[in-house]
């Protein structure tokens, strides 16, 4: 087994959380006869086309996204955000000031609302506004999730005017989309082309679609809100539990997606990554068995579509305690497609007395989650495999054993 000699050790513990997916039982949330505030996807690109767009709108746009991405979560801008906190993205803690942007997105789409409004000329837009009104229409898309996505955008600067596009949902890999030209003359039009992927990687593009992850939190943010949980990437940051005795932690060193789980429009593939097993298990009787309660680390990792074929540097703990009588884990990986609260009912294998013991873990998921993987991992594989990429359906995972 590998040993390190770990330097500038400092407090990390394992995230032993409740789960982090959220219960959807309502499935007609998207349908317009079930949920009067529905507002589609294709009526807000229509109404962002029709926008005269700049650079201090694309840099709001741009700062927005940007800010997810570090934060943790997928390049997207919800319209929460827009309208109550312009230019911030998801996780952002202080909003920007209200002087950033001189003419934030939100107020554009407002004024042109009640010129919609006033106007006898019908659009797409027309019905909804008709049926909710401008302030209805307002307040339905603030409480929406209805978002930006800019996909690619580190490629493109805040001058490039957006291709405007929407999620189709259902399952295509093209859609229309509008381009905004401008001339240079004082003269600007809006054509319609055919937007695909290879489209969304040569220009900017901005895709209206629905968020998926701002709820939950990211690996990044939960390092934030501990600080002593380290910086991962290159670094293993962990507090030994006692001065005396060896102990030894499971990490997840990276991650590789070698494909993407969705469509394009739907942005990135974002995997939750859960693992069941028993901390410090030092039973020696089967009484003492019962006084053990199995933990279970949950967090989220997103891959976006620029990462595929990347391994991604965490060196998240997974494990913080794993004891020589713990001799398997229970593994999960599942990629989100959200719906009602399921589980999978699972044990972690452990020795006492020179007998095997199955301890009981409920593993929680959605129901309509892709199931990468699941699984038993056997502690005598991890430490034959440390550091050696594992295929895990359709991503790899590296496994590190860390003695201190």
């Keep these: 087994m590998k040993k390190f000699a770990l330097l500038n050790i400092m407090l990390s513990a394992v995230l032993v959380l409740p789960s982090c997916e959220i219960i959807d039982n309502d499935e007609d949330t998207h349908i ?19 926008l005269q ?15 997810s991405s570090e934060n943790g979560y997928d390049e997207e801008y919800t319209m929460k955000n827009l309208f109550s906190a312009p230019g911030t993205g998801v996780g952002d803690v202080a909003s920007k000031s209200s002087s950033e942007y001189e003419l ?44 930006i996505y800019w996909p690619f955008n580190e490629r493109h600067g805040s001058e490039d005017l957006p291709i405007i596009t929407f999620d189709p949902e259902d ?77 030894r932690s499971l990490i ?24 069941g097993a028993v901390e410090d298990f030092t039973a020696s009787t089967e009484a003492e068995l019962r006084l053990y309660t199995p933990a279970v680390t949950d967090f989220m990792i997103v891959v976006k ?31 989100d497609d959200g719906g009602t609260m399921t ?21 929680p998921f959605n129901s309509r989650d892709d199931i990468v993987w699941r699984g038993q991992l056997a502690a005598s594989w991890l430490e034959g495999n440390s550091d050696l990429a594992a295929h895990f359906g359709d991503v790899e995972a590296t496994f590190d054993v860390v003695e201190y």
């Design 343 to 363: 589980t999978w009912d699972c044990k972690a294998l452990v020795r006492v007395a020179s007998k095997s013991y199955g301890v009981e873990i409920k593993i």
């Design 171 to 247: 399952g295509s890999e093209v859609n229309i989309g509008y381009r905004i030209v401008d001339n240079g003359d004082g003269f600007r039009q809006v054509e319609e082309v055919i937007v695909d992927e290879a489209m969304a990687e040569e220009f900017p593009v901005w895709v209206v679609n629905r968020n998926s992850d701002a709820e939950h939190t990211s690996l990044e943010m939960l390092r934030r809100e501990d600080p002593d949980w380290g910086e991962g990437g290159g670094n293993i940051i962990i507090k030994p539990k006692s001065a005396s005795g060896q102990s």
């Design 53 to 67: 767009i700049t650079s201090v709108q694309v840099r709001e746009v741009q700062d927005a996204v940007r800010s």
């Design 32 to 50: 317009m006869d079930k949920n009067p505030k529905y507002i589609s996807l294709s009526e807000v690109a229509d109404i962002l086309a029709s």
């Design 104 to 147: 934030p997105l939100s107020r554009m789409i407002e004024e042109k609302l009640h010129k919609m409004a006033a106007s006898s000329t019908k659009s797409s837009v027309s019905s909804t506004l008709d049926r909710l009104g401008v302030d209805g229409f307002l307040q339905a898309l603030e409480d929406s999730d209805i978002q």
């Design 252 to 275: 997840l060193k990276d991650f590789k997606m070698n494909r993407n789980y969705d469509t394009w429009f739907a942005g990135a593939s974002e995997f939750f990554v859960k693992v």
């Design 305 to 335: 579509r620029s990462q595929k074929g990347q391994p991604l540097p965490f060196n998240a703990v997974l494990v913080s305690d794993w004891s020589d009588q713990m001799t398997h884990c229970a593994f999960m990986i599942t990629e």
